[in-house]
């Protein structure tokens, strides 16, 4: 039974040939990057540079080596970022910070921090709906956002054997259209 089919029974309420098994199919179900380096030490994989998924709570991407060896049945599937946005962190004394693309302020301290805090919103004095509808959105969905996630480079029959639902982005007031494969 492949994933697909092991899903899609799971859902339909029969009986698969063993329980799903999910890590960051959603942003629900993946791990801080701390606990996924000592994961991949833990299964002998090599040290990489781990992808992050969502930069305030610093989780990590799944890669494929690590859902290969714990057949994980889903994987995150999502739109590119803004091809003009880019993480830039500043060291502000005790702080590690940076701004996201609506301009939100994160920080994290130095010593012993484990994820982001957010301590500047640029709508904090905004006291009326025309500020509100004055605030420039940064997202513009386009063809390419899908192409920058990759999705458009994966396999068909990849995609064929995993079931799709959108997913939430993880502290995302929305889901955002991806889905889990």
Known sequence: MNSRERVL???DHQEPDRVPFDLG????TTIHVTAYQNLRRHLGLPD?????????????????DVADRLE??????????????EYLLRDEGLYEAYSDEWGIGWRKPKDGGFYYD????????????????????????????????????KPRSRRAKRPCWPAPAPGSPRSIPGCAL
Request: hydrophobic share 45%.
């Open 48 to 64: 990489v540079d781990v992808r992050i998924g969502h930069m305030a709570e610093q989780l990590a991407l799944v890669d494929q």
């Open 118 to 153: 957010m301590y500047r919103h640029p709508l904090a004095g905004a006291d009326s709906l025309d500020q509100l509808k004055a605030f420039p959105s940064p997202i513009r969905w386009t063809k390419d956002a899908f192409a920058r996630s990759g999705l458009r480079h």
């Open 25 to 28: 199919g959603t942003g629900l």
């Open 9 to 11: 029974r799971a859902l």
């Open 72 to 85: 994980v049945d889903l994987r995150l599937v999502r739109p590119g970022t803004a091809s003009t946005f």
